[in-house]
């Protein structure tokens, strides 16, 4: 932890052996939750939390639409996943 005046936690993820379902240039932290320290990513079209002690993704929602060439954006409102805009 460094100090300047915030928390702030610095996590290396090799993404690699997740491909095609995270890629580098898609995959953005979305939370960390305070409980079991998981991270939860969106990779645009799959969302999944990664566990730095297990160095695992378990992938939690995916949706088939890479080849539409649109990207699904979930946000943290008051503690719930919610996909603003949903074609559905």
Do not use: Q
Request: aromatic content about 14%; charged content about 25%; overall charge negative.
């Amino acid at each position: 932890m460094e100090d300047h005046g915030f928390w702030l936690m610095k996590y290396h993820i090799e993404l690699e052996k997740f491909l095609p379902d995270y890629l580098l240039e898609n995959t953005t932290l979305i939370a960390v939750d305070p409980k079991d320290g998981r991270i939860l990513l969106n990779a645009g079209w799959s969302l999944g939390y990664y566990d730095p002690k297990t160095l695992e993704i378990e992938t939690i929602y995916t949706e088939n639409i890479p080849d539409h060439g649109i990207k699904f954006c979930p946000i943290i409102c008051h503690e719930s996943l919610v996909w603003p805009f949903s074609p559905s």
